[in-house]
C-alpha cells in the first residue's frame, strides 16, 4: 500500500499511473479516497489519477495536532512533489474542494485547473453551525451511535443503500480523532474575496438535492472564478454527488479535462 510522509502525516495515496496527464482528486469529510471510485474508473484509461485520504480519515496516519485546510492543501501539493508532478488538475469534494481552492491560491503556476464538486469558498452557515457542533458533541462523547450516523448520511449521502458502506467505516474511526477534523471544518476561514486571484479554468458540480451546501453558493463560487466554465447541475444528486450520481457527473468531466 502506498504511504507518503508529508508534513508530519503518513498519507494514504493510490496512483493509477500512466502517462495521461494528472488529476489529483480530495475527499470530502468523513469521506475517504474510495469516494473517487467511479471517477478513477471513468477517467484513468486517458489520465493518470491521484486520490489520497486527508488529516484524520481513511489510512492516513494523522498526526491528531490542530489544522487547517491551507495545511490540507499543502498536504495535496506535498503529495504532488512526492510523486514528482509540477502540474496538475486539482479537483475535490465539498472539504476537498476547500482545500483545492487553498492550493491554487498557494501555488498557482501548479494547477492547472480546478474540478470543484459540491464545495464553497465561504464558511459554515451561522445558523446551522449550532446543530453541527452538537454533531460533534455527540461524537466525542459518545461515538457514531446509530442516530448521529443515520443523519449524517442523510445529509451527505441520501441514498441508504450506499450509506450502509460509509457508515460502517465511521464506526471504525477513533472517537477521539473527530474533535480536529471537525474544529478545521468548523473554523475555516473565508476565501471568497480571493477567488478572483484563481484564474485557471474551472467547473463546478452540485447536486440540486444537496442540502449541506445550497446551490446559490456554486453559482456564487463559479461567478467568482474569472474562468469558470459554468456550474453542472446534477439533478436529484446530495452532497456527495459524485458518488452517488457518477453517471452525470463523468461525461461533463472527461468533457471538461479533454477541452483543457
Known amino acids: 500500500m502506498p504511504y507518503a510522509h508529508i508534513n508530519g502525516q503518513r498519507i494514504r495515496y493510490e496512483d493509477s499511473g500512466g502517462d495521461g496527464p494528472p488529476v489529483i482528486l ?5 469521506m475517504d479516497r474510495e469516494m473517487f471510485a467511479p471517477q478513477v ?5 486517458e489520465y493518470r489519477i491521484i486520490t489520497w485520504d486527508e488529516r484524520g480519515f481513511g489510512e492516513t496516519e494523522f498526526d491528531g495536532q490542530p489544522f487547517t485546510y491551507w495545511d490540507s492543501a499543502k498536504d495535496c501539493l506535498g503529495l504532488l512533489d512526492h510523486l514528482g ?4 488538475v486539482v479537483g475535490g469534494m465539498s472539504q476537498g474542494g476547500f482545500l ?8 498557482p503556476e501548479r494547477v492547472q485547473a480546478l474540478v470543484l464538486i459540491d464545495t464553497q469558498s465561504g464558511v459554515e452557515d451561522p445558523e446551522r453551525l449550532p446543530a453541527y457542533r452538537q454533531m460533534q458533541e455527540t461524537w466525542l462523547t459518545h461515538g457514531p451511535v446509530d442516530e448521529l450516523t ?6 451527505i449521502i441520501g441514498d441508504p ?6 457508515i460502517a467505516k465511521w464506526r471504525e474511526l477513533p472517537r477521539e480523532a473527530m474533535m480536529e477534523p471537525t474544529e478545521a471544518l468548523f473554523t ?4 471568497t474575496d480571493r477567488i478572483g486571484e484563481i484564474t485557471c479554468p474551472a467547473i463546478v458540480f452540485h447536486g440540486t438535492a444537496d442540502a449541506s451546501i445550497e446551490m446559490d453558493k456554486a453559482e456564487a463560487l463559479s461567478g467568482g472564478l474569472p474562468d469558470s466554465r459554468g456550474v453542472v447541475r446534477i439533478e436529484g444528486a446530495p452532497h456527495a454527488s ?5 453517471n452525470q457527473v463523468n461525461g461533463p468531466l472527461l468533457e471538461f479535462l479533454r477541452a483543457i
Request: net charge negative; no cysteine.
Open 26 to 30: 480530495s475527499h470530502g469529510f468523513l
Open 41 to 45: 474508473a471513468a477517467l484513468s484509461p
Open 85 to 88: 508532478i509540477e502540474e496538475a
Open 100 to 107: 483545492s481552492l487553498r492550493a491554487a491560491l498557494l501555488a
Open 150 to 155: 443515520q443523519a449524517i448520511a442523510a445529509l
Open 161 to 166: 443503500a450506499v450509506s450502509e458502506a460509509w
Open 188 to 191: 475555516r476561514d473565508d476565501i
Open 242 to 246: 459524485n458518488l452517488t450520481h457518477a
